[in-house]
């Protein structure tokens, strides 16, 4: 099967099937990727471990900091606890919980994570704003926001003082 093949059927698989996680697997949420297909995730319980990803998904299937797996226990894994068998999307999660099976600790996480990306989303006008006022070069609200990096939120009385210094 050739690269291509193989990407169709592994995307199609991801993006099509709504799965419903069994008595050993578990819903986990991704912290951080610290490298080598390995990511440490959170469990709704909050016990943190490394799982790793089969080679199906690597580099067909892109895993960030705040997305939602579902993983199998590894018995024999001292730091890598579990292995990844599917990533959830946005419509997973929502069939999850209309469902029943989402965990109730990542249900805050998922409402602010469909939150943030509703607000990204640019909106388009009806009509082009005939305001006195041109649009500051200043104002950064329309950019899209990398969830990958912390944000840092630096106050206007900060910047002003600094710049009195």
């Not at 943190?48 to 590894?74: H, Q």
């Not at 099976?101 to 409402?111: G, L, Q, T």
Request: charged share 35%.
């Amino acid at each position: 099967m050739s690269q291509a093949t193989k990407r169709k059927h592994v995307v199609k698989e991801v993006l099509g099937e709504h799965i419903v996680p069994s008595d050993q697997q578990q819903i986990v949420r991704v912290l951080r990727t610290p490298g080598n297909n390995l990511h440490e995730v959170e469990t709704a319980q909050g016990q943190r471990f490394l799982v790793s990803m089969p080679s199906k998904y690597r580099k067909n299937i892109w895993i960030k900091r705040g997305d939602f797996l579902i993983v199998d226990p590894i018995e024999e894994g001292e730091k890598v606890k579990a292995e990844i068998s599917f990533v959830l999307c946005k419509d997973h999660v929502r069939s999850l919980q209309k469902e029943g099976f989402w965990p109730e600790a990542f249900s805050e996480v998922a409402e602010k994570h469909n939150n943030r990306n509703r607000q990204t989303q640019p909106e388009l006008p009806g009509e082009p704003q005939l305001s006195g006022e041109e649009s500051s070069s200043e104002d950064d609200s329309d950019l899209f926001v990398n969830t990958n990096r912390r944000q840092y939120h630096e106050s206007e009385e900060e910047s002003e003082e600094e710049e009195a210094a």
